[in-house]
Structures are given as structure tokens and as C-alpha cells.
């Protein structure tokens, strides 16, 4: 299968569960992995066979910016969700980083995988 893949998309919200994560917002580091099919796009160098990455992209920024989600799990099933919205992305990888959020790392989060149900 090939992949499609959107490299540390920076958003700024609310995600987390204390009083100070939910004052301001922070930074929230996304890496996602589309599997798609790019056989028909490869061959005819036409955007509509294609899964637009920019547009993919602006959905998921706008969601983490608005979602306030409590857990990085919540928040990395919903971008799978939105991310398998896309009828040509049969599966994706989901990784949902939060820098700063651990003293002495660089960053915690999580990585989900999901895929589009069978028989659709």
C-alpha cells in the first residue's frame, strides 16, 4: 500500500486533563500516514486522483485548535476519523505529540492506527 504523509503539522489548543493545560493553549504536534492507492494519481498527474494532503491537513489543524479534548488518545481518533473521511485513504497512522508536556523529555503522546471498515 502506499503512503501519503503529512511531517510534524503544528497546532496550537487545548489538550489535557490538569487546570494549567486547559488555561492556554499549547502545542500539539501531529504525524499522520495516509494509505492510499496512488497507481491512477502516479499515472495521471491529475490532483482529483489524488488524496490532497493540503486539504487533509487543514481539517486536522482546525480540529486540534478547536476539539479541547482532555486525552491525546481522544484527540488521535478523531484525526484517524476525519483522516478515513477521505473515500481514497483506506487506513492511516495517527501520532499525537505533546512537547513539553513531560520534564526531561522532548515530547509524550501517542500512535493509533485505524483502518476503513470492511465491506464499504
Request: hydrophobic share 40%.
Amino acid at each position: 500500500m502506499d503512503q501519503v504523509f503529512i511531517k510534524d503539522l503544528v497546532a496550537r489548543g487545548i489538550l489535557g486533563i490538569t487546570d494549567l493545560e486547559r488555561e492556554k493553549p499549547q502545542e500539539i504536534v501531529m504525524n499522520i500516514t495516509l494509505f492510499t492507492n496512488t497507481l491512477k494519481a502516479g499515472q495521471s498527474d491529475d490532483i482529483q486522483d489524488c488524496v490532497n494532503y493540503r486539504t487533509v491537513a487543514k481539517k486536522l489543524l482546525a480540529h486540534a485548535e478547536l476539539a479541547q479534548r482532555r486525552t491525546v488518545e481522544a484527540l488521535a481518533a478523531d484525526l484517524a476519523q476525519i483522516c478515513l473521511g477521505d473515500p481514497a485513504v483506506e487506513k492511516v497512522r495517527v501520532r499525537v505529540e505533546k512537547p513539553s508536556a513531560v520534564r526531561f523529555s522532548r515530547s509524550v503522546g501517542v500512535e493509533i492506527e485505524r483502518s476503513r471498515p470492511t465491506g464499504k
